[in-house]
């Protein structure tokens, strides 16, 4: 059980893909709540990955690999995850696939791997988050991670689709509606 869980920021990805790992008692692992904790404890990589995250901007991609390169490697891992939140650019896409390889010792296209793309419309978006007051939750900062979506994230669905690995959801339901059809997609993963 390998996913991805995509979508715009406020698609409620972070909160299906816990309720799922939960379900099925493999990690969820979110790249944005590592460096969230990385920033609390001031850590080297928080302190350089702050002033992105505050702006709405993505972190660059050299200081995410080495988090997800050795969270897969914890030994909870072995029998799947939940990656939420990462990849969001070609580039971690690329290099996830890479990793795959490594640790599976298989072709990257056998490695199981789905792609969950939560779609809801931008209104529906900037509503949620605007109710949902995090720290990078004000609107103009909402507003730039919506137009970095569009731009580094989305060429991901083709990414993914392309190999056949895209599972698309309409996230525009009620949250136990949308936790219920992500459930029968995904079973037997
Ligand atoms: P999230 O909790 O997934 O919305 O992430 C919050 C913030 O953390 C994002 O707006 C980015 O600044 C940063 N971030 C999380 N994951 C990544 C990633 N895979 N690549 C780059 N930046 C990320």
Not at 9 to 26: D, H, M, N, R, V
Not at 78 to 84: K, P
Request: charged share 25%; with cysteine.
């Amino acid at each position: 059980m390998q996913f991805i869980f995509m979508g715009p920021p406020g698609a409620g990805k972070g909160t299906q893909a816990q309720i799922l790992a939960a379900s099925w008692k493999i990690p969820h692992i979110s790249t944005g709540d590592i460096l969230r904790a990385c920033v609390v404890a001031q850590t080297a990589l928080g302190q350089k990955a702050q002033a992105y995250m505050d702006k709405g901007e993505l972190v660059p991609d050299e200081l995410l690999m080495d988090i997800v390169a050795e969270r897969l490697k914890e030994p909870d891992a072995a029998a799947g995850w939940i990656l939420d939140g990462f990849p969001r650019t070609v580039p971690q896409a690329t290099f996830l696939d890479k990793l795959l390889h490594e640790l599976s010792g298989k072709g990257a296209a056998n490695t199981g791997l789905k792609a969950v793309n939560l779609d809801v419309p931008d209104d529906i978006l900037v509503a949620r988050l605007l109710s949902r007051g995090r720290k990078d939750d004000n609107e103009e900062t909402i507003r730039r991670r919506l137009q970095v979506y569009r731009e580094q994230t989305e060429p991901l669905i083709s990414f993914y689709g392309d190999r056949h690995q895209l599972v698309a959801v309409d996230g525009d339901r009620a949250m136990a509606e949308v936790t219920a059809h992500l459930q029968q997609e995904l079973a037997g993963s």
